[in-house]
């Protein structure tokens, strides 16, 4: 059974950092696009941040561009998502996820394992 589980959200102030991680476990996804997306309250999901085994591409959404670095370990089956000068806006619910695709994509609907969340408030 796969499973893609989130961690190491919280509470910060604006301007601080924090950094989450996602392990999946059931099957490799090496070979595969991974990506960051959230939810703020009353708004749709969206993507931020996702990394393609093909080309090691990375890329961003314009509003964390600059902020937000996201990396893999292969080995570990893990992705992290460092986020630095964090903005009130930035408080939604943040999850990880694997798209079946080996391109870069920001669509929700391509990806289909899903963590259930974490958590992350930046307060003012």
């Known amino acids: 059974q796969v499973q893609v589980v989130e961690s190491g959200g919280g509470l910060v102030q604006a301007g601080g950092s924090l950094r989450l991680s996602c392990a999946a476990s059931?099957?490799?996804?090496?070979?595969?696009?991974m990506g960051w997306f959230r939810r703020a309250p009353g708004k749709e999901r969206e993507f931020v941040a996702g990394l393609s085994w093909i080309g090691a591409n990375l890329y961003y959404s314009d509003s964390v561009k600059g902020r937000f670095t996201i990396s893999r370990d292969n080995a570990q089956n893990t992705m992290v998502l460092q986020m630095n000068s964090l903005k009130p806006e930035d408080t939604a619910i943040y999850y990880c996820?694997?798209?079946?695709?080996?391109?870069?994509?920001?669509?929700?609907?391509?990806?289909?394992?899903w963590g259930h969340g974490t958590q992350v408030t930046v307060s003012s």
């Open positions: 059931g099957r490799t996804f090496s070979g595969n696009t």
């Open positions: 996820a694997a798209s079946r695709y080996v391109y870069s994509t920001s669509r929700v609907a391509d990806y289909d394992y």
